[in-house]
């Protein structure tokens, strides 16, 4: 055998084997390829899909955190002009109420006022009567003289 037809015989041996492995052998490679990479195309699409909707959620819960937000500064707005609103009431009530209790307290001076000028008119009359009993050097009866009394009674 010559060198030439061992190169021969080796370069057929090797287009049937490059043939064979053409026909049975490559198409599953190249199918088990594909579907690979159709695999690691629909990873890398639901990843970027994934991403955009972490994207979407982060943006809808700041744009929720900021309507909370607003929300809460309405919410505390309005507690404190309720307060506002209390605490202005409960002024006008104490000032009411101070207003009885002072129209009250004046009412009751009055009365106790009323009261102590008739006791003094009584003590007038009671003295006048023991002053007149003493003139006259004798008692006067005071229930005839009665009216006299409260006639005196008045003019004082």
């Known amino acids: 055998m010559d ?3 061992t190169l021969l015989v080796q370069s057929f041996t090797f287009l049937v084997f490059v043939f064979f492995m053409w026909r049975l052998a490559w198409p ?3 199918k088990a390829m594909q579907d690979r990479q159709a695999k690691i195309a629909d990873g890398l699409a639901a990843a970027e899909k994934g991403s955009k909707s972490l994207n979407d959620a982060a943006l809808k819960s ?3 955190l900021k309507v909370a937000r607003v929300q ?3 919410i505390i707005g309005a ?3 309720q307060a506002a609103q209390i605490v202005d009431q409960a002024r006008q009530d104490a ?3 101070k207003a009885r209790i002072v129209a009250s307290g004046h009412a009751e001076v009055e009365r106790e006022v009323t009261q102590a000028k008739d006791s003094l008119r009584k003590q007038v009359g009671e003295l006048a009567v023991a002053g007149a009993s003493r003139i006259l050097k004798r008692e006067i009866d005071t229930k005839a003289h009665a009216d006299v ?3 005196l009674a008045a003019q004082v």
Request: charged share 35%; no cysteine; net charge negative.
């Open 3 to 5: 060198l030439n037809a």
């Open 95 to 97: 000032e009411s109420e």
């Open 72 to 74: 809460a500064q309405e």
């Open 79 to 81: 507690a404190n002009k």
């Open 62 to 64: 700041e744009e929720a």
């Open 149 to 151: 009394l409260n006639e």
């Open 28 to 30: 599953p490679i190249i």
